[in-house]
């Protein structure tokens, strides 16, 4: 007979019951990770390292939301479809060969060569390579190459996703197959999606009608680090990238791309950011980028700012970028949507140099304006051919502290009709005008600033001296930052691309400059500072009582964790004062001392 089985309650404490719950929740709620590899021939499989998947979709498929989804190197004739699921797709692992497989060995899933276009994705025609849908939120697409799809990752426009994360792929040669599609040829983000994050990734050799490279837009869209390269908008609005919305680009390389060749019109052959109307009205910082080659046939060889959208433009290097057209704008055109629905940006520490130079038009500007509101300082424009700048339909334009070639002109109705050039002298604060910046070696387009004193050589990966010093130096508006050049940097920015930032050229003068370091909290009662002073601390600083920086003095306080200032605080005059809070070291005496002399 077989032995009767019986039940009995579970008796626990209070406290050990609700223990045993939370484990058996979290064990529910654990994520699982799932593998897939082209090379398991067993004829099992199960998502293990030991019989992964052969197809990524399958993994997909098997997939819960939370789950991570690893693939080895190899080549997936597939398109995938991400669906309600919020999952973390790797790619590049070395996994395991054939003969491994058939002897019972896991695949390796640790080391990794994302990036070396191991993973390969080989979409068709019909589809994107990726379609990301339904309450798929918080997924990370990182490490494959994404080629041969109608698109190469698509976003629809419903649902909304947040948080999605694109990084560290190369995706392309999508959109190649005739007809192209109307908007994004490698990424198609549709809609208002937030917080969408395109990181590191290589976009080339994609094609669509308006942003050959990347299309789309939402809120909070951030397109750092990325290589968007050869790209073709075959309509007429962005051949490398076509955005809207609020977000930033920052630090990525905006090459080679074109619009409208075989139209022989478009706009914005590297960028174009337009308008979305005021709800949200479309609102980007561009900072850091290179926009190197592109080309379009109108305006805005390099940049297309349109339609009411803003921007806030710094520390861009845009060179070689051109035009077929003499109305201007080779580098950057910022336009209107009419008369009452103006663009406005403000450019600051940027270098627009040898753009234009393969126009058939000689006359035609670096910038152009019409009925927007632009605004320049601490700039470089320089080596292009015809005006600095052409302005049409009431634009507003203010330049101050830059270094640039002589003219502008304004396009006015001439006696036949049409509308002429009239050049005028160069208005504006504080400029250089027709004075050689003195780059390092535009040929090979370097476009740091030579200095005597020690200039950043990127090939060598070291400070070098030059015979001569660039009129750039020491140059931007003395109320501008300076702190993030190297010492000794003159207590004032440098004009250009460089200025304020790490790989600013040295200045021949620095003043007596007296550090002073504590590795605990610092508090300062009584102080007047009457020459050039740091107060550094890797704590805290905290003010108190009469501290007074008087006319012609600097000071400089940088802390860790936070900065005080107290009421008795007083800045006269003619008196410059920074407070930091970012992580703080104190120098060594040596270092010290050398920055005083």
């Known amino acids: 007979m077989a032995p009767r089985l019986t039940t009995r309650p579970l008796v ?39 019989a992964p998947f052969t197809h990524i979709q399958a993994a997909i498929n098997a997939a819960a939301s939370g789950d991570t989804i690893s693939v080895a190197a190899g080549i997936y004739d597939e398109a995938l479809t991400i669906a309600d699921k919020t999952l973390v797709l790797q790619g590049g692992f070395a996994g395991a060969t054939t003969q491994h497989y058939s002897t019972g060995q896991n695949g390796d899933f640790v080391t990794r060569f994302a990036g070396d276009d191991s993973s ?55 959109g190649l197959a005739d007809p192209a599609p109307d908007v994004g040829g490698g990424i198609v983000a549709l809609g208002g999606h937030t917080n969408i994050r395109v990181d590191s990734n290589h976009i080339l050799g994609n094609r669509a009608g308006r942003g050959g490279g990347i299309a789309g837009g939402g809120i909070n869209l951030t397109l750092t680090g990325n290589i968007i390269s050869d ?12 955005l809207l919305g609020t977000g930033s680009i920052v630090g990525n390389l905006i090459a080679n791309n074109r619009v409208g060749e075989d139209l022989g019109y478009g706009w914005g052959g590297g960028l174009v950011v337009v308008g979305n109307g005021a709800d949200p009205r479309t609102d980007m910082r561009i900072s850091g980028n290179r926009f190197v080659g592109n080309f379009a046939p109108s305006a805005g060889g390099g940049v297309y700012i349109d339609d009411g ?20 704008g080779s580098a950057l055109y ?44 601490n700039s470089i424009i320089w080596d292009n051919p015809g005006n600095a700048f052409n302005l049409f339909i009431a634009p507003t334009l203010t330049v ?55 200039r950043w050589e990127a090939a060598l990966g070291q400070w070098v001296r030059d015979a001569d010093t660039s009129p750039a130096i020491d140059a931007a508006h003395p109320a501008s930052p300076y702190v993030d050049e190297p010492r000794p940097n003159g207590w004032r920015a440098n004009l250009g691309a460089y200025g304020n930032t790490a790989e600013a050229s040295l200045s021949a003068r620095d003043g007596p400059v007296t550090v002073s370091c504590e590795t605990g909290p610092r508090w300062v009662t009584t102080l007047d500072v009457m020459d050039a002073l740091e107060i550094l601390s890797e704590i805290e600083i905290i ?25 008795g605080f007083r800045i006269a005059a003619g008196g410059r004062f920074l407070a930091i809070v970012r992580e703080t070291y104190c120098p060594d005496e040596a270092l010290i001392s050398g920055l005083a002399d």
Request: proline share 4%.
């Open 400 to 454: 101050q502290d830059s270094l640039i070639q002589s003219g502008w002109a304004e396009m006015l109705p001439g006696d036949d009709g049409d509308f002429v050039i009239h050049p005028e002298a160069w208005p504006g604060v504080g400029n250089l005008v027709d004075i050689d910046p003195l780059f390092v070696a535009p040929a090979q387009d370097d476009y740091h600033l030579r200095s005597v004193v020690g």
């Open 120 to 174: 390969r994705l080989n979409g068709h025609a019909q589809a994107p390579t990726i379609r990301i849908e339904g309450d798929s939120s918080g997924s990370t697409i990182d490490g494959f190459t994404i080629t041969g799809g109608q698109r190469g990752i698509e976003l629809p426009d419903w649902p909304l996703l947040n948080g999605l994360s694109i990084t560290n792929n190369r995706i392309e040669g999508n």
């Open 309 to 328: 959208a803003r921007a806030y433009f710094d520390h861009n290097l845009l060179y070689r970028n051109w035009i077929d057209s003499s109305f201007g």
């Open 12 to 50: 626990c404490s209070p406290r050990s019951c609700l223990a045993l719950l939370l484990f058996l929740v979290a064990l529910q709620a654990a994520a699982d990770h799932w593998y897939v590899d082209d090379d398991n021939h067993t004829g099992t499989e199960d998502g293990t390292r030991l």
């Open 231 to 242: 790209n073709e908008g075959v309509l007429d609005h962005g051949g490398g990238v076509y």
């Open 334 to 377: 910022v336009d209107c949507l009419d008369p009452a629905i103006r663009s406005s940006v403000e450019v600051n520490h940027s270098t627009f140099v040898a753009n234009g130079v393969n126009a058939t038009q000689d006359g035609t500007s670096a910038i152009r304006v019409d009925c927007s509101d632009l605004s320049v300082r």
């Open 543 to 567: 003010t108190s009582g009469a501290v007074t920086v008087h006319a012609g003095a600097s000071l400089i306080i940088q802390a860790t964790q936070g900065i005080t200032i107290g009421q």
